[in-house]
């Protein structure tokens, strides 16, 4: 059974920075290093917002307008592990973030998606 585990998230003041992991294990197709990724956010009362994505190899990432400049998504994968440096962050960064397999298109109930990590920027 795949499984995507985020970890990392936590309370930060605005201007702040926290680091996003994301473990994958279990997969039977393939592994973890075939499979582009993606971080997705979901913020109370909206709808999910894709953030960024990076293939399968990690030589090509992309990010939404929103956050390009400050995250920046790595991976490594002998470690199976998908990564997101958050810089600069600001109050409307707060947000579940969830890391899933994909590109910008993902979207819930298709591909493999972790459980979440709460981000909350507040000072």
């Known amino acids: 059974e795949v499984q995507l585990v985020e970890s990392g998230g936590g309370l930060v003041q605005p201007g702040g920075s926290l680091r996003l992991s994301c473990a994958g294990s279990?997969?039977?197709?393939?592994?973890?290093?075939?499979?582009?990724m993606s971080w997705v956010r979901q913020a109370p009362g909206k709808g999910p917002e894709w953030v960024s994505t990076?293939?399968?190899?990690?030589?090509?990432?992309y990010y939404a307008d929103s956050v390009k400049g400050r995250f920046t998504i790595s991976r490594d994968n002998a470690k199976n592990t998908l990564y997101l440096q958050m810089n600069s962050l600001k109050p409307e960064d707060t947000a579940v973030y969830y890391c899933?397999?994909?590109?910008?298109?993902?979207?819930?109930?298709?591909?493999?998606w972790g459980q979440g990590t709460q981000v909350t920027v507040s000072s």
């Open positions: 279990g997969f039977t197709f393939g592994s973890f290093g075939y499979y582009d």
């Open positions: 899933a397999t994909g590109g910008p298109e993902v979207v819930p109930g298709e591909g493999y």
């Open positions: 990076i293939n399968s190899g990690g030589g090509s990432t």
